[in-house]
T-cell receptor, first 116, second 112 residues
Framework: GNSVTQMEGPVTLSEEAFLTINCTYTATGYPSLFWYVQYPGEGLQLLLK?????DKGSNKGFEATYRKETTSFHLEKGSVQVSDSAVYFCALSDLRYGEYGNKLVFGAGTILRVKS | DGGITQSPKYLFRKEGQNVTLSCEQN?????MYWYRQDPGQGLRLIYYSQIVNDFQKGDIAEGYSVSREKKESFPLTVTSAQKNPTAFYLC???????????FGDGTRLSIL
């Protein structure tokens, strides 16, 4: 079945450090890939997405590239801020199969803490 | 502004009691979802509905029930059969094709 694996956290960085959060997936077909962010006590917000191989999603300085050959979608940011402290979820959605057509499969989430 | 509204933000349940969590969307989305989030875990799908008057069980449907009488609304009932209901519950909706799911702000359910 489909699954998503994220690096375990928490990840603790100083302000302006480089961020990488690893995400790999297992899926049949051609999934769309997403990164969502969750701030304390809130729901999930879409951060970025990619719908096919070699697509790069980007938003608010965050980037992730859909790598089919390594089944990965790692999240990166060149210079993190304290306000980036949150939980980050990698997810996939496979639209090729009816049963999973509109469902998301989530990773366990990675806590990011940025210190000033 | 379009969005998803979940209520209440906090809910307390007594032993043997059923409680209902509300989810309303004005995004004109066909599909709606309920997820459960436990500490240190990802989201797990409880139920989903792709169209009015139709819904399917997700991965952890036991002890929960839903209805979809209107496109805008997808309430979740946590029944007394759910023995460990304490969690953060998230509702989502989605438009067609490659559109992403949009989430509400969640309801935190606790046991008295």
């Amino acid at each position: 079945g489909n699954s998503v694996t994220q690096m375990e956290g928490p990840v603790t960085l100083s302000e302006e450090a480089f961020l990488t959060i690893n995400c790999t997936y297992t899926a049949t077909g051609y999934p769309s890939l997403f990164w969502y962010v969750q701030y304390p006590g809130e729901g999930l917000q879409l951060l970025l997405k990619a719908t096919k191989a070699d697509d790069k999603g980007s938003n608010k300085g965050f980037e992730a590239t859909y790598r089919k050959e390594t089944t990965s979608f790692h999240l990166e940011k060149g210079s993190v801020q304290v306000s980036d402290s949150a939980v980050y979820f990698c997810a996939l959605s496979d639209l090729r199969y009816g049963e999973y057509g509109n469902k998301l499969v989530f990773g366990a989430g990675t806590i990011l803490r940025v210190k000033s | 502004d379009g969005g998803i509204t979940q209520s209440p933000k906090y809910l307390f349940r007594k032993e043997g009691q059923n409680v209902t969590l509300s989810c309303e969307q004005n995004l004109n989305h066909d599909a709606m979802y309920w997820y459960r989030q436990d500490p240190g875990q990802g989201l797990r799908l409880i139920y989903y509905s792709q169209i009015v008057n139709d819904f399917q069980k997700g991965d952890i449907a036991e002890g929960y029930s839903v209805s979809r009488e209107k496109k805008e609304s997808f309430p979740l009932t946590v029944t007394s059969a759910q023995k460990n209901p304490t969690a953060f519950y998230l509702c989502a909706s989605k438009g067609g094709g490659n559109q992403p799911q949009h989430f509400g702000d969640g309801t935190r359910l606790s046991i008295l």
